[in-house]
């Protein structure tokens, strides 16, 4: 019975708690009693109720495989250019090469590395580039770029680049490449590896490395860790892993003296713990 019904008795009205009172307008069709759902709908709740379920634990689940499983290991040697890209980028290069005003065009030359071919050197912000041309041939034999490390912290990079390079396949495995490098490591960088290698720059560095010294180094909150000579394959295949020339005036024990080289980042770990 409501309330002006038990007025017009002369009955008390009985008070409403406030959480029973309605929110609603009065012309809300939600102020009215609802009618019950239909089989349909009924349904259809039943049906999304466990998809949402089930799509909120698959969440969870993958959040805490991340936390627990290991990092995916990547295959590291896995860079093969196209041949006709190459040639079209050296192509475009040979020609601003010659174009005067071009920045290319004011390049210093150096002294000749390698006999028949000249080698052209410009630098911009801090990275080196070395552009390869044979003039019997009227073309560019190819490049290397000697880039800054994003990274390490701006004291690691002023004394390390990591080189890249693309030659015509018509100028590749005579040694070019491993000239130029040894052109940066003889300026007194040192040469860091890229996340990933080509076949061919994967045998560079081992060449380069029975004439200077090669080490393993893990590139982590912008720190290189040392690893020293020799890792396991699954370690080698991390993509922080990187391998390190070390180029001229340059050793094992100056670059920890200067603190650009640090312990591997899982000892340092276990040294901070110990002393916690």
């Not at 409403?16 to 019950?36: E, G, K």
């Not at 912008?222 to 000579?229: Q, S």
Request: charged share 25%.
């Amino acid at each position: 019975m409501n309330t002006f019904a038990l007025h017009r008795r002369g009955l008390p009205a009985r008070p409403t708690l406030r959480s029973h009172r309605s929110s609603f307008s009065p012309r809300s069709a939600l102020a009215f009693p609802q009618p019950p759902p239909s089989g349909a709908a009924r349904a259809v709740g039943r049906a999304a109720w466990p998809a949402a379920v089930h799509s909120a634990l698959g969440t969870a689940i993958a959040a805490a495989l991340r936390r627990v499983l290991p990092p995916r290991m990547e295959l590291r040697i896995d860079v093969n250019r196209p041949d006709a890209g190459i040639e079209a980028e050296l192509d475009t290069l040979y020609g601003r090469l010659h174009t005067p005003g071009d920045p290319i065009h004011r390049c210093t030359r150096l002294p000749a590395l390698l006999p028949g071919l000249v080698f052209h050197h410009r630098e911009a912000d801090g990275e080196h580039y070395v552009y390869v041309e044979d003039p019997a041939r009227a073309r560019l034999a190819g490049y290397t770029v000697f880039n800054r490390l994003i990274e390490v912290d701006r004291r690691t990079n002023r004394h390390v680049r990591s080189p890249h390079s693309k030659y015509a396949p018509a100028y590749q495995g005579r040694g070019i490449a491993s000239a130029v490098y040894g052109w940066g490591l003889d300026r007194g960088f040192c040469l860091v590896s890229g996340a990933r290698q080509s076949e061919g720059a994967h045998a560079l560095w081992r060449a380069l490395a029975r004439r200077r010294p090669l080490r393993w180094i893990a590139l982590r909150a912008r720190r290189m860790h040392d690893l020293g000579v020799s890792i396991p394959p699954a370690r080698a295949a991390e993509l922080d892993t990187r391998m390190i020339l070390l180029g001229a005036g340059w050793s094992v024990a100056r670059l920890h003296a200067q603190g650009l080289l640090h312990p591997p980042a899982d000892a340092a770990n276990d040294a901070i713990r110990k002393r916690a």
